[in-house]
């Protein structure tokens, strides 16, 4: 096929075929088309638009470009989660050993830190001796020994995803809902679970920053699921606040364990027995969500979903005993306050800018969130840092990032969930 007779056909808004598609994205897998047609590609996709078959399309050319892990070995139910990524998000780390305490099977493959978000992968490496580099044998063999292995993205898992994913960085094509949806679904479909829930987030803090916008990609997500004979649940939920209280890798890792026995924060244990109870009625464990989160509290309460994390842990090389004893994680030797400079209602969070924020020191623990009240002086956030440079600049950066109000309005953590 002429390579730049497909390009001119979508710079035209027409609409190209599975073998047409197949052709840009292999041809530029391998090489064989140059960057400057590709950008010309993929500009032509965000000012014309593709439609959820194209996108399909798309998603199993990337999905072939490399080497799809087969999970048939993998005893059913195999699960899957993925969150579009926010501040303070460590689900994964929750949901995980949530499900497989209740007997489904997660292969769960992540990425690492992204813009202004921390990645699960970083997150889990911030417990001491902890290894996410896991061979494909080993992956299926840890699964279907203790049901959950969370392992890094390997080279040949969706190579075009890695090739398009940077080009779109230089060429501002970043922001285009097709290729997110292809970028996502490729990389999940890939992994080849059956049943996948999505964490689709809008907001200050969230790569889609209004609620049409990822209502958009998470039907889109959706359909692409639905034609790969997979079933996809997509929650859309709200990152205009952090999600917890905890920013920062170790800190979130905490707070993650202390979820897992109970004590966590309400948004954060929310929002993770939501995805799992999906992921328990979509496979059939569970009738309805009232008998699915039955099931996870009794996981909870019985600490069974506590000790499959430390399971985790020991397979993947660390010390099971940080569940127990979380003064064996690194901790910061600076804390400093940053404190309310007037009296009110914390109103709004700039999330992007805390992102930001806390990759430049040890972490944040926000004591003070959207809706509570704050006198003067209250501090509303701690400043985890090495040194107290450090934490004197974070503090200063986080004057700008929160504003008190006289009044502030409580938004949904979960907007909708797109079947």
Do not use: W
Not at 71 to 93: A, F, R
Not at 139 to 158: F, K, P, R, W
Not at 230 to 245: E, F, H, T, W, Y
Not at 381 to 402: P, S
Request: charged share 25%; glycine share 10%.
């Amino acid at each position: 096929m002429n390579v730049r007779d497909i390009i001119s056909k979508k710079q035209h808004g027409e609409t190209l075929g599975a073998g047409e598609i197949d052709a840009i994205i292999q041809g530029f897998s391998t090489g064989r088309i140059s960057d400057r047609d590709m950008t010309k590609f993929l500009k032509a996709v965000c000012d014309n638009g593709m439609d959820s078959t194209e996108t399909a399309y798309m998603t199993q050319s990337m999905v072939m470009s490399g080497e799809p892990i087969d999970l048939s070995e993998v005893n059913p139910p195999k699960v899957d989660k993925h969150s579009t990524g926010g501040v303070g998000d460590k689900t994964t780390l929750v949901v995980g050993p949530l499900v497989a305490a209740a007997g489904l099977n997660m292969a769960k493959m992540s990425g690492r830190s992204l813009g202004h978000t921390g990645g699960t992968i970083n997150k889990l490496e911030a417990i001491p001796g902890v290894t996410t580099r896991l061979s494909k044998k080993q992956l299926i063999e840890q699964v279907n020994t203790m049901g959950l292995a969370i392992a890094s993205q390997s080279e040949d898992l969706v190579p075009a995803d890695h090739k398009i994913y940077a080009l779109r960085d230089k060429t501002g094509t970043v922001a285009c809902t097709s290729l997110i949806a292809a970028s996502v679904m490729s990389k999940k479909l890939a992994v080849g679970a059956d049943t996948i829930v999505l964490d689709v987030k809008f907001g200050s803090g969230a790569f889609m920053k209004e609620f049409n916008d990822a209502k958009e990609l998470a039907e889109l997500c959706v359909k692409i699921g639905t034609a790969a004979e997979r079933k996809v649940v997509a929650l859309i939920s709200n990152m205009d606040q952090p999600l917890g209280r905890a920013v920062g890798n170790v800190l979130e890792v905490k707070e993650a364990i202390e979820t897992l026995k109970g004590r966590g924060p309400r948004d954060v244990t929310e929002l993770s027995l939501e995805l799992a109870s999906e992921l328990m009625i979509q496979t059939g464990t569970a009738i309805n969500k009232e008998d699915a989160r039955g099931s996870l509290f009794a996981e909870i309460d019985s600490g069974q979903a506590l000790d499959k994390f430390g399971e985790l842990i020991q397979s993947q090389g660390g010390d099971p005993e940080v569940i127990n004893d979380l003064s064996l994680l690194p901790s910061a030797p600076i804390v400093d306050g940053f404190t309310a400079a007037t009296a009110g209602y914390i109103s709004a969070m700039d999330v992007e800018g805390i992102g930001r924020i806390s990759k430049k020191v040890f972490g944040l623990m926000f004591l003070k969130k959207i809706g509570d009240e704050v006198q003067v002086g209250d501090v509303i956030a701690d400043v985890h840092a090495n040194t107290i440079d450090q934490a004197e600049a974070a503090i200063r950066e986080l004057k700008d990032m929160v504003v008190i109000a006289k009044r502030a309005i409580v938004e949904p953590l979960i907007c909708s969930v797109i079947r």
